[in-house]
């Protein structure tokens, strides 16, 4: 299995940007695929982004289409997540997850994210 460890939230005005980060345990991190998930208070989690294992396919939801990039860096076993443009409503706890076939079977601890107008 994988550990997964979120850093890089924090408070940021809108229109401003933050770079989440997703360290991962495991000589075999580059073998996943990496999904960042979000979820606000009083809501259920949400998808955001993920990034195939090989290939590196992004994949983003359409509420952060254009504004969020999700790379990795697989020597530093790392996922990032750019996020520009932020909005009041991106503001949410978000955690990354590990998919070694067809479901994320892994998950961190979270990071929150907040938004202020």
């Known amino acids: 299995q994988v550990q997964l460890v979120e850093s890089g939230g924090g408070l940021v005005q809108a229109g ?18 990496i999904g960042w998930f979000r979820q606000a208070p009083g809501k259920e989690r949400e998808f955001v982004a993920h990034i195939t294992s090989i290939t590196t396919i992004t994949q983003y939801a359409d509420s952060v289409k254009g504004r ?47 938004v202020s107008s």
Not at 16 to 33: D, E, K, P, Q
Not at 79 to 102: F, I, R, W
């Open 16 to 33: 401003g940007s933050l770079r989440l980060s997703c360290v991962a345990s495991g000589r075999t991190f580059s073998i996943y695929g």
């Open 68 to 114: 969020f990039t999700i790379s990795r860096d697989n020597a530093k076993n790392t996922v990032y997540l750019q996020m520009n443009s932020l909005k009041v409503e991106d503001t949410a706890v978000y955690y990354c997850a590990a998919n070694a076939g067809m479901s994320y079977e892994y998950w961190g601890q979270g990071t929150q994210v907040t």
